[in-house]
């Protein structure tokens, strides 16, 4: 085992009173400085939060595989590309990711397992590039899981004569997929050789570069991810609103189609709830971390644990409420059963609600 503490890891400085304090930087080292009890305490905690929620994750999961009969991927067509998974299939892949590799590298920090400075900083960022490049599924999910409809004055639906582009929605995903693996990565690795070599002055500058990185690609993923859901809600309360006037027209009552389909639309939300505010507030965070000097904030510690919460708090205590969200209206929550469409629907609108009542 070995203790990483350099100039980089650990910053003392002496008061006035000749009084020596140190502090941490809580991604690389938690121990010998202030607060280290802090450190390892929560971090236990948080180890034992990412389990739970990587169990959770991997037990829904395998639910709506084996259980469900739900296939990970969407079914192939003209209008689909290669990369088209399901929505929530993309999220719990989201969660089993970033949860099993922060609880691997918060318990590699207690055990001090890292041979140096440039193995803690590859094993924090693998943190983000692997769950940054599995999250582009998500977005892409929820195009290809829009039905090719689109709505009359009257709410009467039509078939569209033509989806996505399919080629630029791959290319998008592809280089935001491949982004973070080729330049995350090689700042972090510079960021820990120049902590190894106690170039503080070079380490700090490749920090700071590899946070703005994240920012630059949260912000585009925030924005593509939004984006998409809108226009897939769009449809939703599109259709709902010709479900509930033919329901009029001809005083039929088909609640239970309308609450699956609602259903349907609150299991895709959440997530990107979750997903949104939480990348939006750390990318404002990052860029505070980005353009504030380390050693301007690390010796106060309301600001380390501010930073902290931020990057490893916060997202725990989300994937464990949006999981449990999930199971309860996945599992737990009474089924509805969807009727049949009406005998008057002709092939297209059948084919336009099956793909909508099935967006989960």
């Known amino acids: 085992m070995v203790r990483l503490i350099n100039n980089f890891t650990r910053v003392c400085r002496e008061t006035e009173n000749g009084e020596e304090i140190c502090s941490c930087d809580y991604r690389?080292?938690?121990?010998?400085?202030?607060?280290?009890?802090?450190?390892?305490?929560?971090?236990?905690?948080?180890?034992?939060?990412?389990?739970?929620?990587?169990?959770?994750?991997?037990?829904?999961?395998?639910?709506?595989?084996?259980?469900?009969k739900q296939s990970f991927f969407l079914s192939a067509s003209r209008d689909r590309g290669w990369i088209r998974p399901k929505p929530m299939h993309s999220y719990h892949l989201i969660v089993i990711s970033y949860m099993s590799l922060e609880a691997f590298?918060?318990?590699?920090?207690?055990?001090?397992?890292?041979?140096?400075?440039?193995?803690?900083?590859?094993?924090?960022?693998?943190?983000n590039v692997l769950t940054a490049s599995i999250a582009i599924f998500y977005p892409i999910s929820i195009v290809y899981a829009t039905p090719k409809v689109e709505f009359t004055d009257n709410y009467e639906i039509l078939s569209k004569k033509n989806g996505p582009n399919i080629i630029l929605v791959d290319i998008i995903g592809l280089i935001l997929f491949?982004?973070?693996?080729?330049?995350w990565f090689p700042l972090a690795s510079?960021?820990?050789?120049?902590?190894?070599?106690?170039?503080i002055e070079g380490a700090n500058y490749y920090y700071r570069a590899h946070y703005l990185a994240f920012v630059a690609w949260e912000i585009i993923y925030v924005v593509v991810l939004v984006y998409f859901w809108y226009k897939l809600m769009s449809v939703i309360k599109s259709y709902i609103k010709v479900i509930e006037e033919r329901h009029i027209s001809s005083g039929i009552s088909n609640g239970s189609q309308v609450q699956t389909i609602k259903k349907s639309a609150r299991n895709i939300t959440a997530?990107?709830?979750?997903?949104?505010?939480?990348?939006?507030?750390?990318?404002?965070?990052?860029?505070?971390?980005s353009f504030t000097h380390r050693?301007?904030?690390?010796?106060?510690?309301?600001?380390?644990?501010?930073?902290?919460?931020?990057?490893?708090?916060?997202?725990?205590?989300?994937?464990v409420s949006v999981e449990s969200f999930l199971i309860?209206?996945?599992?737990?929550?009474?089924?509805?059963?969807?009727?049949?469409?009406?005998?008057?629907?002709?092939?297209?609108?059948?084919?336009?609600?099956?793909s909508i009542s099935k967006t989960d």
């Open 28 to 68: 690389l080292n938690i121990y010998d400085c202030d607060h280290s009890e802090f450190y390892v305490i929560v971090g236990r905690i948080l180890v034992t939060l990412c389990i739970l929620a990587t169990i959770m994750a991997i037990g829904l999961l395998i639910y709506l595989i084996k259980v469900r």
């Open 105 to 127: 590298h918060l318990i590699a920090l207690q055990v001090e397992l890292y041979p140096n400075v440039k193995a803690a900083e590859l094993s924090n960022i693998t943190i």
């Open 178 to 183: 491949s982004l973070p693996i080729f330049a």
């Open 190 to 199: 510079l960021t820990g050789e120049s902590a190894d070599m106690n170039d």
């Open 271 to 289: 997530p990107v709830i979750a997903l949104f505010f939480g990348l939006l507030t750390q990318a404002i965070i990052y860029i505070i971390m």
């Open 295 to 319: 050693t301007k904030t690390i010796y106060y510690f309301g600001w380390n644990v501010f930073f902290f919460w931020i990057e490893y708090v916060a997202f725990p205590i989300i994937a």
């Open 328 to 354: 309860y209206y996945t599992i737990i929550s009474p089924k509805d059963t969807p009727t049949s469409s009406t005998n008057n629907s002709n092939n297209n609108n059948s084919k336009s609600e099956n």
